[in-house]
């Protein structure tokens, strides 16, 4: 069963602050965020390990709360080039070979 | 450069065909996985292998085949049997096992399939 994000879409003015939620029913290792743009690859955002610490890349940040299998990411200040849909990918305990990717936030920042 | 290189980036598939995406990669990465996206939905894993000459199958691979017998290449065949298989197909590497090591997976551009 994949992770369930939410919200499932949110539209911001440039500045403004967001905040997506990724949801598991699973014990998790690890969680990985993307962003994809549309018609592109997802890229790499940061990964957040069981035991580890908050991560943080410029105005973006995450954080893991392993005890309830969530996980946040923050965007701060946005700007226009953080529009695109959001992906939280989960490695789960069970089968630690694989990830397995949420339903997806789709972010758009406007003037 | 180093990367994940995919092709074709279009391919068009006539019902009944079989067709084989192609993915090479040169980063020395062990592990490669592929993954289907259909149009505004979120990614799928098809097929994953952690070594030379081994794979898994992923949460949908039905009709699709591959093989591994080189570390750089990861081939997905869509067989006639995938009864729908236009969508964007996404190739991806990680150096190692994910598990709690702090590996995560790289993309290739991607390959659209269409079928006519």
């Known amino acids: 069963q994949q992770p369930v994000q939410s919200p499932q879409a949110v539209i911001l003015r440039e500045g403004e602050d967001a905040v997506i939620n990724c949801s598991s029913s699973?014990?998790?290792?690890?969680v990985h965020w993307y962003r994809q743009k549309h018609g592109e690859a997802p890229v790499f955002l940061m990964i957040?390990?069981?035991?580890?610490e908050q991560k943080g890349h410029e105005k973006i940040s995450a954080s893991f709360n392993e005890k309830k299998q969530q996980s946040s990411l923050y965007l701060t200040a946005s700007q226009l080039s953080y529009s695109g849909t959001y992906f939280c990918?989960?490695?789960?305990?069970?089968?630690?070979?694989?990830?397995?990717f949420g339903t997806g936030t789709r972010l758009q920042v406007t003037l | 450069d180093g990367g994940i290189t995919q092709s074709p980036k279009y391919l068009f598939r006539k019902e009944g065909q079989n067709v084989t995406l192609s993915c090479e990669q040169n980063?020395?990465?062990?592990?490669m996985y592929w993954y289907r996206q259909d149009p505004g939905q979120g990614l799928r894993l098809i097929y994953y292998?952690?070594?030379?000459?081994?794979?898994q199958k992923g949460d949908i691979a039905e009709g699709y085949s591959v093989s591994r017998e080189k570390k750089e290449s990861f081939p997905l065949t869509v067989t006639s049997a995938q009864k729908n298989p236009t969508a964007f197909y996404l190739c991806?590497?990680?150096?190692?096992?994910?598990?709690?090591?702090?590996?995560?997976?790289?993309f290739g551009e991607g390959s659209w399939l269409t079928v006519v």
């Open positions: 990918g989960t490695v789960d305990t069970g089968t630690a070979s694989k990830l397995t």
């Open positions: 292998s952690q070594i030379v000459n081994d794979f």
């Open positions: 991806a590497s990680s150096k190692g096992n994910l598990g709690g090591s702090g590996n995560t997976i790289y």
């Open positions: 699973k014990a998790l290792y690890s």
């Open positions: 980063l020395n990465h062990d592990a």
């Open positions: 957040l390990l069981k035991g580890g």
